[in-house]
């Protein structure tokens, strides 16, 4: 298993937030974390990336744990964190961040990134305090990119863009998951995370208590409002 998480409990100054969160995902596959707001999700994603420090529980890559583990750990085990809010440098050039986040040899170069979102080699010498929200959102995934995961983990990555763009960052992510690029992603706009990923979980209270192929979900109205409240 590529991913597995074990009963993960995380909180914050004393207030627990997950409650025991478990969840596995496979070589290749796309998997997308839905919930109302305040259940958790950022709290999941972040624990997973090594930004936030669970108290109990594992972050297995590849049955290794890395829970508590910096995020350069889980670099090098092979993920490729897209925080959310992006977190881009303001006084670092776009190419300055996809050269410093290049470690790893492999399919993904400053080049290819560039092939594949032509609008960063376009603003290539521009700061990231003079990029727009996608710009810096296409950024994001980009330096996750260059570090050539098998996993790549992003947190609502729709968050503040147009509408449009949204679908930019779709294409992007639909393009990404044909190469075989496994992806967790937590994400309020269902129609991105429906395109991107094949299985859902949706989270209550700091804990899954959902979890379907996306056909199914999307079959199921009366369940996607209970969970969501929206459908
Ligand atoms: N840095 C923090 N310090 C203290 N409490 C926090 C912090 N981050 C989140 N929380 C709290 O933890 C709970 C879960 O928040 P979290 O952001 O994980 O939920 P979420 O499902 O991602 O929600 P949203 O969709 O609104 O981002 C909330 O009650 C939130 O107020």
């Given amino acids: 298993m590529l991913l597995e998480v074990k009963d993960l409990v995380a909180g914050y100054d004393g207030s627990r937030v997950l409650n025991g969160v478990n969840l596995s995902l496979d070589t290749g596959e796309s998997v997308a974390v839905l919930g109302r707001n305040g259940v958790g999700k950022?709290?999941?994603?972040?624990?997973?990336m090594g930004l936030v420090r669970p108290s109990s529980g594992q972050v297995l890559i590849n049955g290794i744990d890395l829970a508590r583990k910096p995020p350069s750990a889980l670099a090098k085990a092979g993920v490729g964190i897209v925080p959310q809010g992006r977190r881009v440098f303001a006084s670092l050039t776009v190419e300055e961040h996809l050269l410093i986040s290049a470690r790893k040899r492999g399919e993904w170069t400053v080049k290819s990134v560039m092939e594949l979102m032509p609008r960063l080699?376009?603003?290539?010498?521009?700061?990231g305090s003079q990029l727009s929200g996608g710009e810096q959102q296409m950024l994001a995934i980009g330096r996750a990119l260059?570090?050539?995961p098998k996993l790549l983990v992003l947190d609502e990555p729709s968050d503040g863009l147009a509408p449009a763009v949204v679908g930019q960052v779709?294409?992007?992510l639909t393009r990404l998951r044909s190469t075989g690029l496994a992806v967790l992603i937590v994400e309020?706009?269902?129609r991105l995370a429906f395109d991107v990923a094949e299985r859902v979980l949706v989270m209550q209270k700091g804990e899954i208590v959902h979890s379907s192929s996306t056909a199914e979900f999307r079959a199921d109205g009366k369940r996607a409002h209970a969970l969501l409240g929206v459908g």
Avoid: W
């Fill in 42 to 48: 950022t709290t999941l994603m972040e624990s997973i």
């Fill in 121 to 127: 080699g376009e603003r290539r010498t521009n700061l």
């Fill in 146 to 148: 260059v570090g050539n």
């Fill in 170 to 172: 779709g294409d992007v």
């Fill in 188 to 190: 309020q706009d269902l």
